[in-house]
Antibody
Framework: EVQLVDSGGGLVRPGGSLRLSCAAS????????MTWVRQAPGKGLEWVGR??????????DYAAPVKGRFTISRDDSKNTVYLEMSSLKTEDTAVYYC????????WGQGTLVTVSS | QSALTQPASVSGSPGQSITIFCTGT?????????VTWYQQHPGKAPKLMIF???DRPSGVSPRFSGSKSGTTASLTISGLQAEDEGDYYC??????????FGGGTKLTVL
């Protein structure tokens, strides 16, 4: 059974940093493209970015609002994908989900990030 | 990349069929056969309902179907059931190699 567990969310000041984790199990993580999506309170879904597998060069792509501030990485030995967020803004407040593939076939439960002074 | 356009809300009675439209541009929906649809219930993670415009993942009811014409994709739910109530989002690949979601549609089963 595919399982994704998101963690690392919390309260952070504007301008601060935070690292989210997504621990995966139940599938061959090392060959999987992984995606991050966020959802601001009461709002719709927003694609954040993706990381491809090592065999595809671990290439990353990002949405314009987070490019240059967010970094996605992966540790295949730990079956974990990370979202490193810096220079956080109040508008980054959201539930952050990891998901499998570009089709986002499986999702984590999400972790809430609140950016506030 | 601007969000894809979806109606804010749709409604239908049990047993009826409804269609949710998702309008994009030639740079996203119109340019790729890579449209996905998600269902989200309050407080829950989204669930993939349709991928590659019209394919259903294993376990998704055949009452859900997808299609595309030009720059508009659509999700049809036939034989509406109370459990279908929730938010629905479309998503498309774009010419920037990114993905873009629609604004979401709230489905109410009357």
């Amino acid at each position: 059974e595919v399982q994704l567990v998101d963690s690392g969310g919390g309260l952070v000041r504007p301008g601060g940093s935070l690292r989210l984790s997504c621990a995966a199990s139940g599938f061959t993580f090392s060959t999987a493209l992984m995606t991050w999506v966020r959802q601001a309170p009461g709002k719709g879904l927003e694609w954040v970015g993706r990381i491809k597998s090592k065999s595809d060069g671990e290439t990353t792509d990002y949405a314009a609002p987070v490019k240059g501030r967010f970094t996605i990485s992966r540790d295949d030995s730990k079956n974990t994908v990370y979202l490193e967020m810096s220079s956080l803004k109040t508008e980054d407040t959201a539930v952050y989900y990891c998901a499998t593939g570009d089709d986002m076939g499986f999702w984590g439960q999400g972790t809430l990030v609140t950016v506030s002074s | 990349q601007s969000a894809l356009t979806q109606p804010a809300s749709v409604s239908g009675s049990p047993g009826q069929s409804i269609t949710i439209f998702c309008t994009g541009t030639s740079s996203d929906v119109g340019g790729y056969d890579y449209v996905t649809w998600y269902q989200q219930h309050p407080g829950k993670a989204p669930k993939l309902m349709i991928f590659d415009v019209s394919d259903r993942p294993s376990g998704v009811s055949p009452r859900f179907s997808g299609s595309k014409s030009g720059t508009t994709a659509s999700l049809t739910i036939s034989g509406l059931q109370a459990e279908d109530e929730g938010d629905y989002y479309c998503c498309s690949f774009t010419n920037n190699a990114t993905l873009v979601f629609g604004g979401g549609t709230k489905l109410t089963v009357l």
